[in-house]
């Protein structure tokens, strides 16, 4: 690419959002080019632990069978763990015969769907940090949108953020706003899995401590990904003694069980602690008039639920059609508009019941006492955990989880 260059769709943000929608829309001979600041891949803080549906979307995305394979590691459950001991083993409907929920080797799935992108035909540019977008602006040939590299700018037909929750984009068209959460910082980083590879899957957990949680989920090549998110009574000291002293202390206080007996604070670490904050962004809309946000972008809640991976994959996939009505041929600003209204409709037919049932979970475990309650409640009632198991993976209607007669069978005494 030139200074002064001009494409169909510029992307900001070279995650699993912003390659995969990349490789869409270059298979349907648009003209695209990602942006992405890191000169090369490296660990960030995000997710592994995914839902039997992010697979699904993986696949229709076109990534192969060998792919699939080779970033994902079965896990047949995820094991919520409460301070008071009660365990809940969410299955996600495994053990009904349906797919086993993954952890995900990001280091293996990041490259993988950036070689997609490019080998669909898209353009990549690593090293090449937006600072600014300005949305609307005329080139002489119909509205542009010019984002501003510091040495270069790129014109665009189309502009895309998915450049997560920080996203330069959402700020350039307004519509980025706080979320209504207290303060959390989330680390995640991978250690030695001291376990045989050749053992059967194993689960993963999910443990509930004092204003923190741990997430634990093996994944390919004989390593386990931690995830923990911090509340606020914990962040002065994480300023203080920094991020390694602080989450030893928090793992130090996760019971070792008989199926899992190892000592992950002592484990070998594979990489560096990388942390994330604030855990949580929302957004007055995903798309205007030549612009749209896909993946954490377009708003990202604390990841208790685990389902980042799965969203930006579904995402792109709403996106899309949206953006190739928007460019079609004879189109103007009105047609961009309708378009760009109509992924915002299809984003939130999808997603908004999901987002009230994780601001239920929020509100549990903002009370420790009702997340107690409600975890012995599904602990004890086969059907109600069934169901919830359902619900967060994806499978079945989120409503499903706000249905009256769920919510009396799961808190009914």
Known sequence: MTPGDVVDVAIVGAGPAGTTLAAALARRGVDVLVLERSPAWHWRAGGVFASPAAVAALR????????????????????????????????????????????????????ALERLAIESGASIERGST??????????????????????????????????????????AAGVARPARLPPRVGLTWHVTDPRPETDPPVDARMVVGRDAYVGL????????????????????????????????RVLDAIPCRDDDPVDWGAAPVCDRIAGASPLGMRVTRRAGPGWFLVGDACGFLDPFTGEGIHRALV?????????????????????????AAAYDRAMTRRFATKDAVSWLVQTFLGRPRLFEYAARRLAERPRARATMGLVMGDLIPASCGLDPRFLVALLAP
């Open 60 to 111: 229709r995305a076109g990534s192969s069978e060998a792919t699939v394979r080779a970033v994902t590691q079965q896990i047949p459950a995820m094991r919520l763990e409460t301070p008071a001991g009660t365990t809940v083993r969410l299955t996600y409907g495994a053990d009904a015969g349906r797919p086993m929920a993954v952890g995900f080797d990001r280091s293996a799935l990041d490259p």
């Open 130 to 171: 937006v600072h600014a977008v300005r949305l609307g602006r005329s080139s002489g040939s119909g509205t542009r949108h010019l984002l501003d590299l510091g040495d270069r700018e790129v014109a665009a037909r189309v502009v895309v953020g998915a450049d997560g929750t920080h996203s330069v984009v959402a700020r």
């Open 217 to 248: 989920a093996r994944v390919p090549g004989g390593r386990l990904n931690i995830g923990v998110v911090l509340g606020q009574s914990w962040l002065a000291g994480l300023r203080a003694e920094g991020a390694a002293p602080t989450v030893r």
């Open 315 to 339: 995402s792109t996939e709403l996106a899309a059609p949206a953006i190739l009505a928007a460019l079609g041929r004879g189109r103007d600003d009105a047609d961009a508009a309708r378009a």
